[in-house]
């Protein structure tokens, strides 16, 4: 065990925050950890589940004299949370979050921090459609990667801790430029949840199929689509307002391609079908093959999440 950090405030204690908890806790990465979240029924829910060693509602309270600070909230709040903790934050001390957009959560968060104050934007590439103290868990990031997207004049000392934090978490780390960052994650993470989304609500939508047939009968390839379709709503509508162009910008290219398969289906072009969905499978494969996925018929998750 080695003590990174004399002291680490986790500003929100969702499913992330409290996966961080949970790791640094049994790793010993810190001396103390304070918790802080703006409702004080999640903050009584986080003293039960015992996450950290001190608990309050203010954010400004908590960063006190921390030497890092981890921002776990919604996108859309981060530029409210940083003007509530500027203020309080400790000379030196490092601030991250692990937000799902990059540029957005810069433009937010960075007019706010004080000279002297190592801002380092962050987001690990790992989670659950659960959300909440309860649905965290140790070893949540563990071979996920975490992208960090410094800014221009970020100390590399600083950056170099921050990897060592993540790195005892047993993430791989990876540095990009925030707006290539917003881009990939658009395509990997924002339009297969747009798209799960989507096709749940328009089966939801349908009167010819009755939703018990749909229930029922879920196990043929939407039960699938369900699960990112069950992820919360708060953060997802954030995703979307604060990543809009890159979103866009996929949707007009996925939007070409399902009207080029739509066309494909009509006129029986079977060869073309044939060979798309021949391509997507190799896709399937290099993902098992890169660690990011076990070959379960279930995705892998009871592997990944033991309360799955
Ligand atoms: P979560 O489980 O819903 O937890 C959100 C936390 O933020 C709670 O402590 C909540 O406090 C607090 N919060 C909500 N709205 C707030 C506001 N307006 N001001 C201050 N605090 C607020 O969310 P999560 O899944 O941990 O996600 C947190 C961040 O991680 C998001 O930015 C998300 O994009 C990113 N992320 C999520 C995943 C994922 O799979 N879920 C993966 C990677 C990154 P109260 O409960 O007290 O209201």
């Known amino acids: 065990m080695t003590v990174l950090f004399d002291r680490i405030a986790l500003i929100g204690i969702g499913l992330i925050g409290s996966s961080i908890a949970r790791d640094i806790r049994e790793s010993g990465l810190a001396k103390e950890v304070v918790i802080s979240t703006r409702s004080e029924a999640t903050l009584k829910r986080a003293e039960e589940l015992k996450l950290g060693d001190r608990y309050t509602v203010s954010a400004a309270e908590a960063v006190k004299d921390a030497d890092l600070v981890i921002v776990s909230v919604p996108v859309g709040s981060s530029g409210l949370v940083a003007e509530q903790i500027a203020p309080h934050l400790k000379p030196g001390a490092i601030l991250t979050d692990v937000g799902s957009t990059k540029a957005s959560v810069i433009a937010q968060m960075a007019p706010h921090v004080p000279e002297g104050v190592h801002f380092i934007p962050g987001h690990p590439l790992a989670g659950t459609e659960k959300s909440g103290p309860d649905a965290g868990f140790a070893g949540l990031f563990k071979g996920r990667w975490c992208i960090f997207t410094p800014l221009p004049d970020t100390d590399p000392d600083a950056l ?43 089966a939801d939508d349908l009167e010819a199929v009755t939703e018990s047939e749909v229930i029922k009968y879920s196990a043929s390839g939407f039960r699938d689509f369900t699960r990112l379709a069950a992820s919360d709503p708060t953060m997802w509508r954030d995703v979307c307002l604060h990543n809009k162009d890159a979103i866009l910008e996929m949707l007009a290219r996925f939007s070409e391609d399902l009207a080029s398969l739509q066309r494909s289906i009509r006129w029986g072009e079977g060869d073309k079908l044939f060979e798309l969905f021949s391509r997507t499978r190799t896709i399937r494969r290099s993902i098992v093959e890169a660690g990011q996925d076990v070959d379960a018929p279930d995705f892998g998750r009871h592997a990944l999440d033991p309360k799955a």
Do not use: C, Q
């Open 160 to 202: 170099a801790k921050l990897r060592d934090f993540w790195s005892a978490l047993g993430s791989r780390i990876d540095e990009m430029d925030p707006l290539h960052h917003d881009k990939v994650l658009a395509i990997v993470s924002h339009l297969p949840h747009i798209i799960a989304y989507n096709i749940v609500g328009t």
